[in-house]
C-alpha cells in the first residue's frame, strides 16, 4: 500500500541510503492482541541476536492504526508485552523505536 513506500522511504533515510534494510513487515487485517504479540517476539528475536558489528544502534520503526478497521488498543498492547519480554535485549544491541500511529482508531 501507499504508507509501504512512506516506511521503506524513512528506512532508507535514516540508514543513509546503504543497504541496511533486514527485515521489513506488514502486518494487517485486524489482528488480536495474541497475534500481534508473537509477530514482534519474532521481530525482537531476530533483531536482538547480534549487536551490529559496526556498533550502531537497531532502530525499530511501527507504524500502525492506519487503517479504519485497526484496533490500536489490541495491537499495541500485543507490541508492548512483547516489548516486556525483550527489554533487556533490545537495550543490549542499542535498540531505538520510532512509533507513528493515527487513523480513526487512535
Known sequence: GGASVVYADTIADMAG???DLANYGEYSGGPTTDETRFYTETVL??????????GR???????????????VAKTFTGI???????????KDVGTRIYVRR???NY
Open 17 to 19: 541510503g546503504v543497504e
Open 57 to 71: 544502534d537497531k532502530i525499530l520503526i511501527i507504524g500502525g492504526a492506519i487503517a479504519n478497521f485497526t484496533d
Open 80 to 90: 508492548i508485552q512483547a516489548f516486556e519480554k525483550y527489554a533487556d535485549k533490545m
Open 102 to 104: 493515527g487513523g480513526p
Open 45 to 54: 528475536d531476530l533483531m536482538t541476536r547480534e549487536k551490529d558489528p559496526k
